[in-house]
Every structure is written in C-alpha cells, then in structure tokens.
C-alpha cells in the first residue's frame, strides 16, 4: 500500500522557516521522481518543487526560487522541503507526490499559515 505522510506545518510569521518532511513506505522511493505541490484556499493545485530520484538534480517554482530548498534521503524513505524566507502567499495546504506536475500518488498534506 503506497503511502506518502506530510508533517511540519504550522503557523509562522512572515519572514519565518519551516522544514516539511514526506515519510513514504509501500513503493521504491529511490527510483522515484519526487515533488512537493500546494494548493492556496479557492485556488488550483502549484507544482512548487522536484528532484530526481538520486537527489542530484532539482527545480522549482519561480515563485520559490531562492526561498524553499527540496532534498531527499533515499535511505528513510523521506522527502523534504526547507522553507525560508516565507511570506503570507506561501500559505496553503502542502502534499508531497510521486512523480512530477502529473504525479501517481500523493499525500494528505499538511498545513502552511504564514500571518503576523
């Protein structure tokens, strides 16, 4: 059963850090493509971030270029997002996903708030 579990969301103030983390099980994470995606409240799914299945090669939205940095551990099964420099339009419900902007799986997400 391929699961895919979000954590590490909360309220922060803007300017503020968050480090997300996708504990996955039930599927060859290493041989994977990863992604994260958010969905603002009232808007469309935003591909934010992908890396490869090794970790060497990733990209991102131009939006978070610069501020969110996405990386892997192959050996916990684990994907991360570090997110700098946050600011109030960052708020949304974030879900990591197998595969890239048409992935296969995802998770349920966890909730972004960025407000003072």
């Known amino acids: 059963q391929v699961q895919l579990v979000e954590s590490g969301g909360g309220l922060v103030q803007p300017g503020g850090s968050l480090r997300l983390s996708c504990a996955t099980s039930?599927?060859?994470?290493?041989?994977?493509?990863m992604s994260w995606v958010r969905q603002a409240p009232g808007k469309g799914p935003e591909w934010v971030a992908g890396?490869?299945?090794?970790?060497?090669?990733?990209t991102y939205a131009d939006s978070v270029t610069g501020r969110f940095t996405i990386s892997r551990d192959n050996a916990k099964n684990t994907l991360y997002l570090q997110m700098n420099s946050l600011k109030p339009e960052d708020t949304a419900l974030y879900y990591c996903?197998?595969?890239?902007?048409?992935?296969?799986?995802r998770g349920q997400g966890t909730q972004v708030t960025v407000s003072s």
């Open positions: 890396i490869n299945s090794r970790g060497s090669t990733t």
């Open positions: 996903a197998r595969g890239g902007i048409s992935y296969s799986a």
């Open positions: 039930g599927f060859t994470f290493s041989a994977y493509y």
